[in-house]
Structure formats: C-alpha cells, structure tokens
C-alpha cells in the first residue's frame, strides 16, 4: 500500500466552470482517486478555487463588488457543481483561507532566505486612462519568438514560451484595446535558471510521463528566465518581509501562490483531521514520506507550472537548487511522481468561449442530464491525449448505444428474468465451458483495467470494462435463458442467470471509478446494503485561523467496493429493477444546438 497524492488542478473562481474544464482537471482524477482506494491505497485527493489575481479584481469591479464577494459566489458555485459530480475531494477548499496564507508566506521566506528569490526593478504595465496595473494575460501582441499575433503578457500558447508583457510586438490590452503604458516597479523575481540542471535531472528519471508532457517539460528548460513572482496588486498574499508585508500596492503573483494550494490543502486536511502532522505522509521527502505517490491532474495549459515551477519551488524550499540552503520548517518536500495532463476539449468543433456563448456550464449540464452520462462520455471520449471535440449527436449516440443498450440493458434483463422466475440470486450448478469462460473474462478484468488506470490510460481501460459487458450481453443472448421454461430446464435458467449476475456484479465493479452514481444503484439492485460507491458532501466551516467561513467538499471514502471480484450471496431476494440510465430522444440534439446559436 502507497500514500497516493492526487493534486487536482485548482479552477479559477472567476466564474463557473464548464464541461471542458472538468473533462481536464475534475473526471480524470477522480477516476485514477476512487480506483486508487478501492486497490487498497491511502488516497488524499486536494485542491480548491484559485482566488486571486488581477482578473478577479478587474471583474468584481466591473460587477460593483469587491473581489472577496465575487470570490465568494462563484466557489460555491463551483464546489456545488463538483459535488453533483460525484468528485471525491478528501478536501475542496480556496487560496483565501489563512492557513493558505501561512504556508504561500513559509515557502516564499525560505526561498528568499536560500537565495532563489531576488529583487529587481522591472517594467510593470499600466492603462494610461485608468492609472491601474494591467495583469499579463489581460495584454495581447505579437510573440517576439515565434511571431503569434495572439500571444499573452505571460506566455504564448502557440510555442509555450514564458514571456513579458514588454516582450510583446504591438501589445494592447484586452479590456479597452488602448496600448498600455510601461514604467518602472521594484518586485521580487523567483530565479528559475538555478535549478534547471535539478530538473532536468529529475524529468530524465521520468519514464512514464505521457510522451507530450514530457517533451514539452524538457523543451521549457532551454531557456529558463528568472519569473517575477510580485505584482502591484492590492488582492493577494501580502509580502512577508520587512518594509512589505503592510503595503497595500505589492502582492505575490497568483501563478505562485495556487500552485503552493496542492501544499496547504493538505495541511488543512490534516489539521481538520485532528492529526496536524498527517499530511507529512504524502509530502515528506524523508522517512514519513517515503512510499508516497504524488500525481497531478491538470489541462495541457497548466504543464509548465506543474512540471517546471512547482518542482522548482519544492527544490529551492528543500534547499536543492543550484545555491543549496536548508530546508524550511516544513522539512523536505516530495516531487511530483507524475504530471497528468489532458489535452482540451472543443464542443462542435469550436473553442470553448462564455463570451461566444459557445458553452455549456456545469450546473446547466447538471439539471438536464446525469452526471454519470457526462463521466461516461469524458472517460471513453475525452481529451486524454488528443484534443477531441464534444456533439451533442455523439453524447447522445454513446449514452443511447452504450450505456442504455449495452450496460442498462445487461442490469435490467438479467436481474429481471431472476427477479421474476427465482425472486432471489439463484444458485449456479453445473458449470459449463461457457459459464467458466464467462466469469473468467469477468475476473481478468480487475487486473487489466486497475493496471490501465494507473498508467493514466483511462479511455482504454472504460474499453476493457465494456468488453467485459458485451460479453456477458452475447452470452446471455446466446445461452437464452428465457427459453428454458421446463421443470427439467429449471436448474440450467437459474445458472445462466447465476453466471450473468455475477457478472454483472463484477463488470459494475470495474465500472464504478467511471460511474459512481449508477454504481450504487446497481449494488442496490443486486442486493448491496451500504455505501458502495462513496460520495463527497458539502460542509460548511469555520476558517481555522478566524477568517470568514465557507463551504468545502469532503467524504468518508474509508467505505465502499474494494478491487476484487466479490462472489454472490444464493438467496439474496431481488425485486424487479428500475432502469439505470435515461434513454435521451433524438430531439435533445436539436434543442442543445438551438440553445448554442443563442
């Protein structure tokens, strides 16, 4: 058994999060979490809403609230929409707690005391006709290296370079298109060229990072800038150093302090927990942590901070950079064991876009569909290492052919004709070479599907777990047990659908990652009394520190299936099923598309 870090990427609460943002960040990794659990692992699944920055600012005073209110709104808003997931957070918090707080300012003192955060004066961009900071990613221009002429102040997507708002050709800003005026400002500067040989030595160590991440990583190392980690801004982390922390004009950069979340999450779990020292389990580089596993699950945009300056913070806190040091009071600190990065979802065949109305939120999503139809299509469909393009005509096809025909079909005709011939799970005699063939696809599927999982392989794994259902629907097609009406034939119908049940049992075990909700539902079908597939719940809560309370996603995931084929009991009484998925008409996808062209 490994302590298995899952640090899911935190989304901004600028708003609320669409389809193609949980089909990144969200599904993914609670998938790779409840299997994890389930083969017997001590899971501890974090993240939170990313809270600060100058967009937020920017919006909040375009809607007449201050930042803390629009910040407010919309992480309810998002941990309400991740709870009708089903995601199974051991804790969804936010970066405005002031635990959060404490630990962003741990780390940033004991990087500037080792020597890897330095002083410069920098030109800082400002609007000439509002006198206000103007945030990196709110100015566009042409990329001085690859020639883009949509590049952002911070990088550029289209060749991934880390950039200057100065840097650009002909920037302007996205809020009003006036051309921003450059004036110098003192801030401090996170120098990422010294720990370029750590990093690269620890990326050459890792062997099975998908083939993108990885050479994206080592691309980034070529030409390592120092990254100021200070801007002028009013809402943030203050600065921790004399002469800093009182001024009302300086604040650590957001791209510093969210990724430094994963971290303080896990202290507050801990603290929660009623063990303050429990999250060392997962984190410490040394004894304590030594078997842990830490997995990062994000979109492809979110790779450089994950596989570059994370890392670099953890080295230069752990005093392991090019200048040495020692270690914070927090100790040494693990590495990433992987980057898990998805590529992006487009929706018929555009770029996700709130401003172009080309979206579909959450909660919209939510109140019209079931959340387990969503993960279905995310994990068979989704962006895992492709970008791939969501139509409400395949949603709807892959809901109606795969999981109503194939999976629904499977629960509902097998526990139906064993409700109705036998009122219980009949007993199996007499196994034949087809029974026996059967039950043994079932079982080598926990082996084939956990080990997919693990490796990250999401969509070939759902595959495997189906196969195993299209096999046991041929089956029950094949051996009739409809037909077999006789009081001679008795014992055989009972087998057939003995073996079926089974089955079914099995193939909803592996299925359960994917599909929590039906799951439980099947189990219940079956028989199960309890928890089968474990589920998150809100809780409101007082901030730790004597800040503003607020609501945060937690579970007991201690119950529930384990990875295992789990034999039925004989005589369990069965009653006659309702159905488990929702058949979709064909007049949704006109509606949906109705809805999209406004």
Not at 204 to 214: A, F, I, M, T, Y
Not at 403 to 423: E, H, P, Q, T
Not at 541 to 557: A, E, K
Request: charged share 25%; glycine share 8%.
């Amino acid at each position: 058994m490994s302590h298995v870090l899952a640090a899911v990427a935190w989304p901004y609460a600028n708003g609320p999060r669409h389809i193609g943002h949980v089909s990144g960040f969200g599904v993914p990794s609670d998938v790779f979490s409840r299997y994890m659990r389930m083969a017997g692992h001590d899971v501890l699944m974090v993240s939170g809403t990313d809270e600060h920055g100058t967009p937020i600012q920017v919006q909040a005073d375009a809607e007449g609230v201050t930042a803390r209110e629009l910040a407010d709104r919309y992480n309810r808003v998002i941990v309400e929409d991740l709870h009708g997931l089903g995601l199974s957070y051991d804790l969804f918090t936010r970066t405005t707690t002031r635990n959060h707080y404490a630990v962003v300012q741990e780390l940033f003192t004991a990087l500037e005391r080792n020597g890897y955060i330095v002083k410069r004066t920098t030109l800082g961009a400002r609007s000439p006709s509002t006198g206000r900071t103007l945030p990196d990613r709110y100015i566009e221009g042409t990329c001085p290296i690859c020639g883009y002429d949509s590049a952002r102040g911070d990088q550029c997507d289209n060749c991934g370079n880390q950039l200057d708002p100065e840097q650009l050709i002909n920037p302007r800003s996205k809020i009003n298109g006036e051309t921003p005026e450059f004036v110098e400002t003192e801030h401090f500067f996170l120098d990422l060229p010294a720990f370029a040989e750590a990093i690269g030595n620890w990326l050459d160590q890792r062997e099975n990072w998908r083939p993108n991440v990885l050479k994206f990583s080592r691309n980034l190392l070529d030409d390592l800038q120092p990254r100021a980690i200070t801007r002028d801004l009013e809402w943030g982390v203050p600065i921790p150093l004399d002469g800093w922390r009182d001024r009302n004009d300086k604040r650590i950069y957001v791209w510093f302090d969210a990724v430094i979340g994963y971290l303080s999450a896990s202290i507050e779990w801990a603290r929660r927990s009623g063990d303050p020292e429990a999250w060392r389990q997962w984190w410490s580089a040394d004894a304590q942590g030594k078997d842990a596993l830490g997995y990062y699950f994000m979109g492809k945009d979110n790779i450089v901070f994950h596989s570059v300056i994370w890392p670099a913070l953890l080295l230069g806190y752990s005093g392991e950079g090019d200048k040495g040091g020692e270690p914070g009071e927090l100790g040494r600190l693990n590495l990433p064991t992987e980057v898990v990065s998805s590529e992006f979802l487009t929706m018929e065949g555009k770029k996700f876009s709130s401003s172009r109305r080309v979206v579909i939120y959450v909660r919209d999503f939510l109140e019209r569909y079931d959340a387990d139809a969503l993960r279905y299509f995310i994990a068979v469909a989704g962006p895992e290492s492709n970008d791939t393009d969501f139509t409400w005509a395949e949603f709807v096809r892959r809901n109606n052919d795969e999981l109503v025909a194939g999976w629904g079909n499977l629960v509902n005709r097998s526990i139906s004709m064993a409700a109705k011939n036998f009122g219980a799970i009949p007993e199996a005699v007499d196994l034949t070479p087809e029974d026996e063939a059967l039950l043994a696809v079932a079982k080598a599927g926990f082996a084939t599907v956990g080990e997919l999982i693990g490796k990250h392989r999401q969509k070939a794994a759902i595959g495997e777990a189906m196969k195993v259902v299209a096999e046991a629907n041929k089956y029950l097609s094949e051996q009739a047990p409809w037909k077999l009406k006789s009081e001679e034939e008795k014992p055989r119908q009972g087998t057939v659908l003995a073996v079926a049940l089974q089955v079914v049992s099995d193939a909803n075990t592996l299925l359960t990652p994917f599909l929590p909700h039906s799951a439980q539902k099947v189990f219940e079908l079956l028989g199960g009394e309890g928890v089968h597939a474990p589920m998150p719940r809100i809780e409101e809560v007082d901030d730790l520190d004597g800040g503003p309370g607020y609501p945060v996603l937690t579970g007991d995931y201690t119950v529930g299936a384990r990875w295992e084929s789990v034999p039925l009991v004989t005589g369990t009484p069965l009653a006659a099923p309702k159905p488990v998925f929702r058949k979709l008409e064909p007049s949704v996808i006109e509606e949906e598309l109705a809805r999209l062209a406004g």
